[in-house]
């Protein structure tokens, strides 16, 4: 029984999170061969964990996870700022390279990859953790430069002199 209740309430956890479920949206809007539409969202977030358990047509390949992942932090911060935000992925060889994410003009990320087949999370509450960090130190890094309202706060619009 007490196990039930942990289930249940990691659940619930894990429909409060935005940045999760703009994951699981992202998931999905890339999901060009239509393999993962009928995939409950526990399971989605399980491959983007690395859950070793998934196997065949549910495994995410890790190209498509890192991109979810940071076209889910770019879609969060253009909620945020109403800035475009931009993403890019630049993948060699040997799986090494560059995400840049822009902010309008602004460089918010700039995170050098290693290795993209290693790419993925402990834990759920790991994945939505960094997620939820990595887009709030971009929103103190676009302050700098945008005007625009702090969530829950309702600025006054300046009037023209």
């Given at each position: 029984?007490?196990?039930?209740?942990?289930?249940?309430?990691?659940?619930?956890?894990?429909?409060?999170?935005?940045?999760?479920?703009?994951?699981?949206?992202?998931v999905?809007?890339?999901?060009?061969?239509?393999?993962?539409?009928?995939?409950?969202?526990?399971?989605?977030?399980?491959?983007?964990?690395?859950?070793?358990?998934?196997?065949?047509?549910?495994?995410?390949?890790?190209?498509?996870?890192?991109?979810?992942?940071?076209?889910?932090?770019?879609?969060?911060?253009?909620?945020?700022?109403?800035?475009?935000?931009?993403?890019?992925?630049?993948?060699?060889?040997?799986?090494?390279?560059?995400?840049?994410?822009?902010?309008?003009?602004?460089?918010?990320?700039?995170?050098?990859?290693?290795?993209?087949?290693?790419?993925?999370?402990?834990?759920?509450?790991?994945?939505?953790?960094?997620?939820?960090?990595?887009?709030?130190n971009?929103?103190?890094?676009?302050?700098?430069?945008?005007?625009?309202?702090?969530?829950?706060?309702?600025?006054?619009?300046?009037?023209?002199?």
């Open positions: 029984m007490i196990h039930q209740i942990a289930i249940s309430h990691s659940n619930v956890s894990l429909h409060n999170s935005s940045f999760l479920r703009e994951i699981i949206k992202q999905r809007v890339q999901d060009t061969t239509v393999a993962y539409q009928d995939l409950s969202d526990e399971l989605l977030l399980k491959s983007l964990i690395g859950d070793s358990t998934l196997e065949g047509d549910n495994d995410i390949p890790s190209l498509q996870k890192i991109s979810a992942f940071y076209r889910a932090i770019a879609s969060r911060l253009e909620q945020e700022t109403g800035q475009m935000a931009e993403v890019f992925l630049n993948l060699g060889q040997d799986d090494i390279g560059w995400i840049l994410v822009f902010c309008g003009r602004l460089l918010v990320i700039s995170q050098f990859l290693r290795d993209a087949d290693s790419f993925g999370f402990e834990s759920v509450e790991h994945l939505a953790d960094f997620g939820e960090r990595m887009i709030q971009s929103l103190e890094r676009a302050r700098e430069y945008f005007d625009f309202p702090v969530q829950g706060i309702s600025v006054p619009l300046k009037r023209a002199s």
